[in-house]
């Protein structure tokens, strides 16, 4: 059977479960959750009912508070009762589920209506007659032989009392029951959990250890394969017979090896290849340097004790740029070697940097290079912090258009890393434009306009990206334009790592 097949089976299986699992806790969570808006609709039940009954209360002190006093300001308890009774009862009627539930609210509501209707609306009425005239006095006078002391609305009123006392003592006992459905819903929910969660959990480790047994030794003899090849045995190869997927990877894994054992060979030849080639480049590069600062002093030599200061300065700045050319190509051998070969940091100020960098471009008299004080010093490698510096500077007073070209170099530490800006108010880049501009040979204007290779800001993206850091430019059509790259503070080389052998 294919590793695949395998693989699918057991999934299909873990999928099976979980169906079975899931569909459980969805139909005990159904089940629990009805008998909450159970228990729920109980407590607002016995709620509802207790307003209800005060109600109640309510209306019939009213009507005696009437009766005793002659005063209607007493019968507001009877009015706000039966718009508390008006208002609630819907509600309560709504919640209930029973039809035995539903016929005595039916019969509460039918006795509370009988007490208006027979007594209270009558009382109040004769009452009010009897404060007007003889006549109505002699009526109410009947009214309160006839039924009052026959105590025909107290036998009603006890009647809707004994009538909701036995509603909701009937609701009390269904809301009890629902409780403890709910909680035997939830200890059966509890259980069922622990229940499936161990089945899960046996099922689980049974397939884990079926697939373990298929692959562990297998994907243990290409763990120390591939830790054989990180410490340079190129040589090392995996013999497995079985027909899977397994083996599909083992044969490419053997192929890999073959391929990395050559190409590593190649490599070597050609990294010697590139030191000769370096070495004869920067040879022929020094020797005109040298011609150069051999010039200059035969010059001094034959002018003798009669050169002018000028002179005599201009001389020495041909001879220290001079010297500072052959340390820059001394500088770009050791950058050629990255990844190859590790260059030393030092400890420096970029301010100091800048300064011998502008000073050895030398801008024209109507250029103007600010430098601010407040450029850090840090670690790291010199040339290559000089490279980004020397790329921004010269690009930013060669393709300045403007009559006084002003250039801008600033710099300041962060939490983590180093952020320096090279800003000038030449003619700007169009937004389009801001990524095209790291391109290798990419210029903004024609080579016959301005003498220009296309390579420097593909370098200073190249080393920025090598040590971790960004740039970026800031700028629009007409506006000038400002880099702005970081320079991390600790800047860590991945080292590779043999992989662990797995446990058996």
């Not at 009988?114 to 004769?126: D, G, P, R, T, V």
């Not at 120390?224 to 017979?241: K, L, P, T, W, Y």
Request: with cysteine.
């Amino acid at each position: 059977m294919k590793l695949v097949t395998k693989i699918y089976l057991a999934f299909g299986f873990i999928m099976l479960v979980l169906t079975f699992v899931t569909a459980s806790f969805m139909l005990q969570s159904s089940i629990v959750k009805e008998d909450v808006t159970h228990a729920i609709d109980s407590a607002e039940i016995l709620r509802l009912s207790e307003v209800i009954e005060k109600a109640i209360i309510d209306a019939e002190t009213g009507v005696r508070g009437f009766q005793i006093s002659d005063n209607e300001a007493f019968l507001e308890p009877f009015y706000k009762g039966q718009r508390d009774y008006e208002a609630t009862y819907p509600q309560l009627m709504a919640l209930v589920r029973t039809q035995t539930q539903v016929e005595r609210l039916t019969a509460i509501d039918t006795t509370f209506d009988h007490w208006l209707n027979s007594f209270a609306y009558q009382a109040i009425e004769l009452q009010r007659q009897a404060l007007l005239s003889r006549e109505g006095d002699a009526a109410y006078e009947a009214f309160r032989v006839n039924v009052v002391r026959a105590g025909i609305g107290r036998k009603i009123m006890d009647n809707v009392r004994e009538q909701i006392a036995t509603f909701e003592k009937q609701e009390t006992y269904l809301k009890e029951a629902r409780m403890k459905e709910m909680n035997s819903s939830l200890r059966l929910t509890e259980n069922l959990s622990i229940a499936l969660t161990v089945v899960c959990l046996i099922v689980g480790f049974f397939i884990i250890q079926v697939l373990v047994k298929a692959i562990r030794q297998r994907l243990l003899t290409m763990a120390n394969m591939a830790s054989e090849i990180s410490e340079g045995d190129f040589s090392v190869r995996i013999q497995d017979e079985r027909n899977d997927e397994i083996s599909i990877v083992s044969s490419s894994l053997n192929v890999m090896a073959q391929h990395l054992e050559t190409s590593f060979n190649n490599l070597k030849k050609t990294n010697s290849e590139l030191d000769q080639f370096a070495y004869v480049v920067s040879h022929d590069l020094k020797a005109p340097l040298r011609a150069i600062n051999s010039l200059a002093e035969w010059i001094e030599e034959d002018l003798g004790t009669d050169l002018e200061p000028d002179v005599l300065r201009n001389l020495e700045l041909m001879r220290g740029r001079v010297l500072r050319m052959e340390n820059l190509i001394n500088g770009i051998l050791d950058y050629s070697r990255i990844g190859r070969q590790e260059l030393p940091k030092q400890h420096f100020s970029t301010f100091q940097l800048v300064s011998e960098l502008v000073d050895s471009l030398a801008p024209a008299s109507h250029v103007q290079v600010n430098i601010s004080d407040s450029l850090p010093a840090l670690t790291a490698e010199h040339i290559l912090l000089q490279q980004v510096f020397a790329n921004l500077i010269s690009n930013a007073i060669k393709y300045n258009d403007k009559p006084h070209p002003e250039v801008t170099i600033g710099g300041r530490a962060l939490a983590d890393r180093y952020e320096f800006w090279v800003e000038d108010n030449g003619p700007g880049i169009a937004r389009e434009y801001h990524q095209k501009i790291f391109g290798i040979f990419q210029t903004m204007e024609a080579r016959d306009t301005k003498e220009s290779t296309g390579v420097g800001l593909a370098i200073v993206k190249k080393i920025l990206d090598e040590k971790g850091g960004s740039v970026r430019v800031e700028s629009g059509e007409g506006t000038g334009s400002r880099f702005v790259f970081t320079w991390p503070k600790e800047t860590q080389q991945l080292k590779t790592k043999a992989p662990q052998a797995l446990p058996v």
